[in-house]
């Protein structure tokens, strides 16, 4: 079966930009979850969605946004992008009771300018 | 608090000897749950190995094997006999079982390097 596929795999966006990222989960997954990777911070936990809800957000300033729709595909938005953004960002799809195991995409790279 | 660490840094080791990466966690719940996943150069995160708190069994699947303590709190694992392929940055992570709280706690990560 398919798996995560996360769309687009490179942007590049200049700082006050702002940038939507997409995420469609693998076929009967409903839970979808996003991860920033940075070579300071590591992986940290952005938000988690389940049936068009968010269950779970980490701590990040109120720029970092989602949403799920009812296809369970999920989009992550950063408004004013600052320089400190630039980042892999993962999404990760799992069941709804997440600790049987996460799925993984690829990642889109974000750097900003 | 950081609640997984992984000390090791980076390992360097020559194609078919082991290797063994370190993780050590902290929580106080009961139930909870640990992964291992790879990351190789393209970026994507390979499930590698998940074991409950409830299972300290120690099991080897192929080349890989782990070692789950909850008396010391640590999940470590190994590869056997390296090769090449196994270069990439390994996590180890926890997610705790806490209602709706579902998420992974990552570490900082292990960069393995196989040498040929």
């Known amino acids: 079966k398919a798996g995560v596929t996360q769309t687009p795999r490179y942007l590049i966006k200049t700082r006050g930009q702002q940038v939507t990222l997409s995420c469609s989960p693998i076929?009967?997954?409903?839970?979808v979850s996003w991860y920033q990777q940075t070579p300071g911070q590591g992986l940290q936990f952005l938000f988690e969605y389940f049936s068009e809800t968010q269950r779970n957000k980490g701590n990040f300033p109120g720029r970092f946004s989602g949403r799920q729709f009812s296809n369970s595909r999920s989009e992550m938005n950063v408004s004013t992008l600052e320089l400190g953004d630039s980042a892999l960002y993962l999404c990760?799809?799992?069941?709804?009771?997440?600790?049987?195991?996460?799925?993984f995409g690829s990642g889109t790279r974000l750097t900003v300018v | 608090a950081q609640k997984v660490t992984q000390a090791q840094t980076e390992i360097s080791v020559v194609e078919k000897e082991d290797v063994t990466l370190d993780c050590v966690y902290e929580?106080?719940?009961?139930?909870?749950?640990l992964f291992w996943y790879k990351q190789p150069p393209s970026g994507e995160l390979v499930f590698l190995i998940r074991r409950n708190s409830f299972d300290e069994q120690n099991e080897i699947s192929g080349r890989y094997s782990w070692n789950f303590q909850k008396s010391t709190s640590s999940f470590n694992f190994t590869i056997t006999a390296s090769q090449v392929v196994d270069s990439a940055v390994y996590f180890c992570?926890?997610?705790?079982?806490?209602?709706?709280?579902?998420?992974?706690?990552f570490g900082a990560g292990t960069t393995v390097t196989v040498r040929a």
């Open positions: 992570a926890l997610s705790e079982a806490k209602g709706n709280d579902y998420k992974l706690s």
């Open positions: 929580t106080r719940d009961t139930t909870y749950y």
């Open positions: 990760a799809s799992s069941l709804p009771e997440g600790y049987y195991g996460y799925t």
């Open positions: 076929s009967g997954h409903r839970s």
